[in-house]
């Protein structure tokens, strides 16, 4: 039975990897993205190229209307709905928690944890055995960071992640016996441009130096984590926070 997961923020780092690892693995692949359409469109142009199947919607995640029409146009669009990828998230520059403003912290709230929560909300609607769907895989991408809290630089990060893994404890256990499996990956330090974005470019040679196997990851090492959990090679794991930190 064909099957299409989304991928939020899959245009770009993690996402894209995510995406091209999915539709590899046989999934119809909804390719969501908030600004560079030329990055999603990349990312399809790959997955058509290699015989798979694949749409890009721009939503923005902190935006209930937006979240509501990109898993309308999967309805519409591509195979039923077997597997949400919330991947999109945000990271701002390093700041102590004195100097956070309003803006900032409704920002980072908005785009890690209630994006992630509505996605979730959707995707339980559609594949919850409860209501005629047919089960399915949520896989939420939390952070390192949601362990370690990320004193004096980012600890807004830290406290949305936080909040990502309890909504996977909580999920999990609630839609078990719906057909549905929760988990969430934790990466460590990854090369990727969220470190640009969040004005500190040198922030993975920076944290390197912490991690047990000395080096940063590559997207791919946290696709494969995912993968595994969109398979069925994972059938009886729901409810876990799997860390992939290079030991950190
Ligand atoms: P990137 O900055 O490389 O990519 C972010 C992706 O998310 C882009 O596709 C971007 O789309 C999308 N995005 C950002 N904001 C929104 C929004 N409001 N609505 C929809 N899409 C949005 O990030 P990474 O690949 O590094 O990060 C992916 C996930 O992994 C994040 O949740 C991050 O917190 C987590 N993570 C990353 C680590 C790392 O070291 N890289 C470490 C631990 C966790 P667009 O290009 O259109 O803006």
């Not at 390192?144 to 630089?153: D, H, I, N, Q, T």
Request: hydrophobic share 45%; with cysteine.
């Amino acid at each position: 039975m064909e099957r299409s997961v989304i991928v939020t923020g899959g245009s770009r780092g993690i996402g894209r990897a995510i995406a091209i690892g999915a539709a590899t693995a046989g999934y119809q692949v909804c390719v969501n993205y908030a600004r560079n359409a030329e990055a999603a469109g990349e990312v399809i142009s790959l997955i058509q190229s290699a015989g798979g199947k694949a749409i890009a919607v721009q939503a923005d995640m902190t935006k209930e209307a937006d979240i509501l029409r990109l898993f309308e146009t999967v309805d519409t669009e591509l195979a039923p709905l077997g597997a949400l990828v919330n991947n999109a998230g945000i990271v701002d520059k390093g700041s102590k928690v004195e100097n956070m403003s309003l803006e900032r912290l409704e920002r980072m709230f908005a785009t890690n944890i209630t994006g992630p929560f509505l996605c979730a909300r959707e995707a339980v609607k559609r594949m919850s055995t409860a209501h005629g769907g047919k089960g399915g895989v949520i896989v939420n991408i939390s952070s390192v960071a949601a362990k370690l809290g990320s004193p004096g630089e980012y600890v807004d990060y830290a406290a949305s992640k936080g909040a990502i893994d309890v909504m996977t404890l909580g999920l999990a256990k609630e839609v078990a016996a719906e057909g549905i499996r929760v988990n969430a990956v934790r990466p460590g330090i990854i090369y990727t441009e969220i470190h640009a974005s969040g004005g500190a470019p040198d922030r993975v040679e920076r944290f390197k130096s912490m991690v047990p196997m000395l080096r940063g990851g590559q997207p791919e090492e946290i696709a494969d984590a995912v993968l595994w959990l969109l398979s069925d090679k994972s059938s009886y794991v729901t409810g876990s926070l799997i860390d992939v930190t290079g030991g950190r």
